[in-house]
T-cell receptor, first 114, second 113 residues
Framework: ETGVTQTPRHLVMGMTNKKSLKCEQH?????MYWYKQSAKKPLELMFV???????ENNSVPSRFSPECPNSSHLFLHLHTLQPEDSALYLC?????????????FGNGTRLTVT | DQQVKQNSPSLSVQEGRISILNCDYT??????FLWYKKYPAEGPTFLIS?????DKNEDGRFTVFLNKSAKHLSLHIVPSQPGDSAVYFC????????????FGPGTSLSVIP
């Protein structure tokens, strides 16, 4: 496996369910990110982890809970979501040296909340 | 309020001609700009970037131009190929936090054979 891998690719869940999105990067990067892309809207940054430490929480509701057990894995735990949370969730990673190095994205998880 | 704007949701160009995708930004603190390309069912992939100390950066068929005084950048693709059909996102970040990359809404480019 190379690059950034996200599972599952598609997820349908009810509002009372609990589910988790998984992301794994095989690039040796030291920073990982969660982005959300809703229909007709720009990508929105949700969370940033540097060396496993969360450094950014972009005012995300607590029903989204990230976890970064090591620099290669990132999870997004979901519980009691709302239909408006239906979106494409993208994981990305990058090496913070040089500081402006680009993001490498996974193919995303298409989430539908019913 | 969007800090990075791409006012053309879509663009159609004949194969072999030039594609010009535009992007405007409002935050004068932005000093690094990137373009990403996205095919359906795939994540965005990095295409080309430019620092605010430059006004042009070229990579093969792709050239990005930056006009800081106008807070405007553009991506030129010459010659356009059908495989270039994708959504193109303009993105910007500031030295204060390169982790916070702000994306535009994207422009869908169709290159017609």
């Amino acid at each position: 496996e190379t690059g950034v891998t996200q599972t599952p690719r598609h997820l349908v869940m009810g509002m009372t369910n609990k589910k988790s999105l998984k992301c794994e990067q095989h690039l040796g990067h030291n920073a990982m990110y969660w982005y959300k892309q809703s229909a007709k809207k720009p990508l929105e940054l949700m969370f940033v982890y540097n060396f496993k430490e969360q450094t950014e929480n972009n005012s995300v509701p607590s029903r989204f809970s990230p976890e970064c057990p090591n620099s290669s894995h990132l999870f997004l735990h979901l519980h009691t979501l709302q239909p408006e949370d239906s979106a494409l969730y993208l994981c990305a990673s990058r090496d913070r040296d040089p500081p402006n190095s680009p993001l490498h994205f996974g193919n995303g998880t298409r989430l539908t909340v019913t | 309020d969007q800090q990075v704007k791409q006012n053309s949701p879509s663009l159609s160009v004949q194969e072999g001609r030039i594609s010009i995708l535009n992007c405007d930004y409002t935050n004068s603190m932005f000093d690094y700009f990137l373009w990403y390309k996205k095919y359906p069912a795939e994540g965005p992939t990095f295409l080309i970037s430019i620092s605010s100390i430059k006004d042009k950066n070229e990579d093969g068929r792709f050239t990005v131009f930056l006009n800081k005084s106008a807070k405007h950048l553009s991506l030129h693709i010459v010659p356009s190929q059908p495989g270039d059909s994708a959504v193109y996102f303009c993105a910007a970040s500031a030295q204060t936090s390169y982790d916070k990359v702000i994306f535009g809404p994207g422009t869908s480019l169709s290159v017609i054979p």
